[in-house]
């Protein structure tokens, strides 16, 4: 019994880590595509979003 | 967990991303078109569409945006095109916050609701829209002068310490916690932003003021959509999980 909650409570623990460093890994990307990636025609599609959120921009 | 965070922030972000790109069409997209209006002038090799014409005349600045001599870059077409981009970008860009929003929330063990994701929203306002755009103001195409890398770093720099700050004092709360977050939130402003453009610009000074202010207001809009949204949506999916179980 308390070693099966014990198991329980450490997948809940990696479950909520694995989901807390997937969703800043995915955050960070796709604000980095959206906001800062240098590659020029990622900037022309973003151009006028970046303007409006104030990412620097060119 | 994993897949209930990734939905409340796909919906929350494409909420914010639907009410965000109505604005910015409406505000912001026609004073950046007419911006470029502005720089086409004073470029004589104008070539091409309004994106790549009216950065043309930066390449001699040392910036990175392909020389004169460079192959044409790729941009969407005037009009719709650049509509659908812009929507797209920012329905990226909404997604990717929502989902930053939600790892903190999780990281710190709150429960998301759309008040308290408000809150935190609210924060996230203030540490990448607010806090940069005291050192960096938004800006219309052709009035910024200092490097890019150096504005993007500063830029981080200000987001990230802003965001530590906010946390030091209204999470941790301890007295001397408030007073490392104050000096968080305030160093990166007495460091110095990269200088803002001195230079003259054939911008009217009405047409950048009103921008900025648009810009920052939009800013707001977005954020404050992306909580709530995805304090709801949270809701929402939590309760079809355990309706399944």
Not at chain 1, 2 to 10: G, H, M, N, Y
Not at chain 2, 54 to 68: F, N, T
Not at chain 2, 136 to 142: D, Q, R
Not at chain 2, 177 to 191: F, K, S, T, Y
Request: hydrophobic fraction near 55%; charge should be positive; proline fraction near 6%.
């Amino acid at each position: 019994m308390t070693t099966a909650t014990q198991t329980l409570t450490a997948t809940r623990a990696n479950e909520r880590f694995a989901a807390i460093a997937l969703a800043a890994f995915l955050g960070l990307g796709l604000v980095f595509l959206a906001g800062f990636s240098p590659a020029s025609a990622l900037h022309n599609a973003a151009h006028d979003f970046r303007h409006t959120q104030n990412f620097p921009c060119h | 967990m994993i897949s209930r965070l990734l939905s409340a922030a796909l919906a929350a972000g494409f909420l914010a991303a639907v009410v965000a790109t109505a604005l910015q069409l409406t505000l912001t997209s026609p004073l950046i078109v007419e911006a470029e209006r502005y720089e086409a002038h004073e470029v004589q090799a104008a070539r091409g569409l309004p994106i790549v014409r009216a950065h043309l005349h930066r390449v001699h600045g040392g910036h990175d945006h392909g020389g004169a001599q460079a192959a044409p870059e790729w941009q969407p077409g005037a009009g719709l095109p650049r509509m659908a981009f812009t929507g797209l970008a920012t329905l990226v860009g909404g997604v990717g916050y929502a989902l930053l929003l939600g790892a903190v929330m999780l990281a710190l063990g709150r429960e998301p609701t759309p008040e308290r994701a408000l809150a935190f929203a609210v924060a996230g306002f203030l540490s990448v829209a607010l806090a940069p755009a005291l050192g960096l103001p938004p800006e219309l195409p052709g009035s910024e002068q200092a490097p890019l890398a150096t504005r993007q770093a500063w830029w981080l720099m200000t987001a990230a310490a802003t965001g530590m700050g906010l946390y030091l004092i209204a999470v941790r709360r301890s007295g001397i916690a408030v007073v490392g977050g104050l000096v968080l939130i305030v160093a990166p402003h007495l460091a110095g932003a990269p200088e803002v453009a001195a230079a003259k610009s054939e911008l009217p000074a009405g047409l950048a003021a009103q921008f900025a202010a648009r810009s920052l207001a939009i800013g707001f809009v977005f954020w404050a959509v992306i909580g709530l949204a995805y304090g709801w949506a949270w809701q929402v999916f939590g309760r079809r999980g355990a309706a399944r179980a």
